[in-house]
C-alpha cells in the first residue's frame, strides 16, 4: 500500500486547470498547455514526489497533464466521474465551481486512498486502436442517422443526399476496421486472443477487436467482475422483508450494443448458447431478460477463455 505525505485535486477544463492540495486553502489556475503544466511542475515540485495527483476524465483535455505526470513517475489517480460526483453529492454541497471542484478531488483521494489506483499510460497502438473504435462508433450513430432521414418522407433530392452521404460513411467504417484489422494482426498477444473470441459463438472480427480494445482486462478478473465491468450485473434492490426486481446498470460505454449483437446472433447459431436462451424463454423468462442473460454468458466466457494469456503476459 502506497504511503502519501500530500493529496493534489486537479479540476481539468479545456483552457485551464485549477490545483488544490488537501488541507491547504490556497489554489492556483494554470493554463492547460505545455507551459502551464511546467509552471505547474515547478510550483509544486516539492510536493509532487510524495503525493497522490487526482483528476477526472474530461474528454481528453487531461490527457497531456497526466502523460506528463506518469512521465516524472508521480503517482496520479484518474477517478470515475460518476463516482467523484456522489462523493461531492454526500456533503449536500450543490455549489460548482472549478475550485471547489479541486478541493473536492484532493479530499476524494485524502479519505479513499487506500482504494484509488495509480493510471497506467496505455501503449500509443492501444491508443490508436481506442481511437480508432471510437471513430467507428461515431460513424455507426451517423449512418443512424442518415438512414432515418433516408426513410423519412421527404424530397427526392434530400434522399439522394442521404444515400451519397452513407455511401461515403460506410467506406470510412470499411476503411477503419481494417486500420484496426492490420494493427490487431500486427501484434502476436492480440491477434491470438482474437482468435480464442472468436471461437465463442456470436463473436466475430469486429466484435473481437472491439471486445479487445474496450475491455483489455478480459482474462484478468473474476466472472462476477467481468459482468459488472459490462454492465450485466444484476443489482440487488431489496430492503426488509421486500424482494425488489433486480436490474443491470451502468458498465463501461458502448460495450453493452456490442455485446447484444453478439448475443442475437449466438441466439441465432447452431449452439450451446442458443440452448441456453432457448431454456430460459421455456422457462417463462422473457426474451430480453433472456437476451441479457445470454449476454452476461458471453462476456463471462469471453474472460475465462482469456485466463491463459494474463499468466503468459
Same mark, same amino acid.
Given at each position: ?32 498547455? +505545455? ?5 505547474? *511542475? ?14 477526472? +476524465?474530461?474528454?481528453?483535455?487531461? /490527457? ?14 484518474? @477517478?470515475? +466521474? %460518476? ?15 472549478? &475550485?471547489? $471542484? ?13 482504494? #484509488? ?15 480508432? =473504435? ?20 421527404? =424530397?427526392?433530392?434530400?434522399?439522394? =443526399? ?20 492490420? #494493427?490487431? $494482426? $500486427?501484434?502476436? &498477444? ?16 469486429? /466484435? ?5 480494445? *474496450?475491455?483489455?482486462? #478480459?482474462?484478468?478478473?473474476? %466472472?462476477?467482475? @467481468? @459482468? ?23 458498465? %463501461? $460505454? ?5 455485446? !447484444?449483437? @453478439? ?12 440452448? !441456453? ?13 433472456? #437476451? ?12 475465462? %477463455? ?8
Amino acid at each position: 500500500m502506497e504511503l502519501y505525505n500530500n493529496f493534489i485535486g486537479i479540476d481539468i477544463g479545456k483552457f485551464n486547470f485549477v490545483v488544490a492540495v488537501h488541507a491547504n486553502k490556497i489554489t492556483k489556475e494554470y493554463e492547460n498547455s +505545455t507551459l502551464g503544466i511546467k509552471s505547474f *511542475l515547478k510550483d509544486y515540485k516539492s510536493l509532487l514526489p510524495n503525493a497522490l495527483c487526482v483528476l477526472e +476524465t474530461t474528454g481528453g483535455h487531461e /490527457i497531456k497533464l497526466l502523460t506528463t505526470l506518469c512521465d516524472k513517475n508521480f503517482a496520479v489517480h484518474r @477517478a470515475n +466521474t %460518476r463516482k467523484v460526483k456522489n462523493f461531492i453529492r454526500s456533503f449536500g454541497n450543490k455549489a460548482k465551481t472549478d &475550485v471547489l $471542484d479541486a478541493k473536492a478531488l484532493a479530499l476524494y483521494g485524502y479519505e479513499r486512498k487506500d482504494t #484509488l489506483a495509480k493510471f497506467t499510460p496505455v501503449t500509443a497502438k492501444k491508443s490508436e486502436l481506442y481511437a480508432l =473504435s471510437q471513430r467507428r462508433h461515431d460513424l455507426k450513430q451517423m449512418i443512424i442517422a442518415e438512414k432515418n432521414r433516408y426513410q423519412a418522407p421527404g =424530397s427526392e433530392h434530400v434522399k439522394e =443526399s442521404c444515400k451519397y452521404l452513407l455511401e461515403i460513411l460506410a467506406k470510412e467504417v470499411r476503411d477503419i476496421d481494417e486500420k484496426i484489422n492490420t #494493427l490487431v $494482426d $500486427d501484434d502476436a &498477444v492480440l491477434k491470438d486472443k482474437k482468435q480464442v473470441l472468436k471461437t465463442i459463438p456470436g463473436i466475430g472480427d469486429v /466484435i473481437a477487436n472491439e471486445l479487445l480494445i *474496450l475491455m483489455p482486462e #478480459l482474462g484478468t478478473m473474476n %466472472r462476477r467482475e @467481468a @459482468a459488472s465491468l459490462a454492465g450485466l450485473a444484476p443489482m440487488a434492490n431489496d430492503s426488509g422483508k421486500s424482494k425488489g426486481y433486480r436490474r443491470t446498470n451502468h458498465g %463501461r $460505454d458502448i460495450i453493452k450494443p456490442i455485446l !447484444f449483437l @453478439a448475443a442475437m446472433a449466438a441466439r441465432n447459431s447452431k449452439s450451446d448458447l442458443k440452448k !441456453f436462451y432457448e431454456s430460459l424463454i421455456s422457462r417463462g423468462k422473457k426474451k430480453m431478460v433472456a #437476451l441479457i442473460a445470454l449476454m452476461r454468458k458471453i462476456i463471462v466466457i469471453a474472460n475465462a %477463455r482469456l485466463k491463459p494469456f494474463s499468466t503468459t503476459c
